[in-house]
C-alpha cells in the first residue's frame, strides 16, 4: 500500500499520465482517476469537443471545477495537461500528497499526440504544441515534487520508478 493519501501525475498531453497512473495505481493500492474522463462526464462531451464548441478558457474553468470537487483521497490522479493553470488546484493536490511531474522532450510528446485521436489541448489558438510546451514546462517544474522521464523506459518500468522514487 502506498505511504500517501494521495499521489498526483503531471506533464504534457502525451507524457504518459494515463498509461503509467494505471499502473501505478495497481502498485501502490491506490485506486486511479484520470480527470480529463471526470471534465468529459460531468460535461457530456469530448475534450476536443468542449474546445471546438466552447473554448480553451471555458475547458480550463471545468476542469478547476472538477478538480475543485471531486473526490481523491486514496487516489492517484493523472491530471489535464493545463491544471498548472491554477494554483488552486495545484495547491489542493500538493495538500494531498506528492506532485510528480512526467517530463518528455518536445519531440517525443509530438510523436505521441500525433499517434492519438485529437486530445482537446486548452491552449490558445495559433498555439503550436511547441509554445504550449515552452509556456508550460516551467510550471509543471514549479509545482513538482519530483521529476521523471516519461522516456525512460515502458509505462511499467516508470511506474516502478515513481514507486521506487516515492518510498525511499
Not at 512526467?102 to 519531440?107: E, G, H, M, T
Not at 482537446?120 to 519530483?146: K, M, N
Amino acid at each position: 500500500m502506498s505511504p500517501f493519501n494521495t499521489i498526483s501525475l503531471i506533464g504534457m498531453p502525451g507524457a504518459g499520465k494515463s498509461s503509467v497512473g494505471v499502473l501505478l495505481a495497481k502498485l501502490s493500492g491506490l485506486r486511479f482517476i484520470d480527470t480529463d474522463l471526470d471534465i468529459q462526464v460531468r460535461e457530456q462531451a469530448t475534450l476536443q469537443e468542449i474546445v471546438d464548441s466552447r473554448g480553451h478558457e471555458y475547458l480550463r474553468r471545468v476542469e478547476e471545477a472538477v478538480l475543485l470537487d471531486i473526490a481523491l483521497d486514496h487516489a492517484l490522479v493523472s491530471t489535464g495537461g493545463s491544471v498548472v493553470y491554477s494554483p488552486a488546484i495545484m495547491r489542493r493536490l500538493r495538500a494531498l500528497g506528492p506532485v510528480v511531474y512526467l517530463q518528455a522532450d518536445l519531440a517525443t510528446l509530438e510523436a505521441r499526440v500525433a499517434a492519438a485521436p485529437p486530445r482537446g489541448i486548452a491552449s490558445a489558438a495559433g498555439h503550436s504544441f511547441a509554445d504550449v510546451y515552452a509556456e508550460r514546462t516551467p510550471l509543471y517544474e514549479q509545482y513538482a515534487d519530483y521529476t521523471v522521464d516519461a522516456c525512460a523506459g515502458t509505462p511499467e518500468q516508470v511506474a516502478l520508478e515513481i514507486l521506487s522514487l516515492l518510498t525511499r
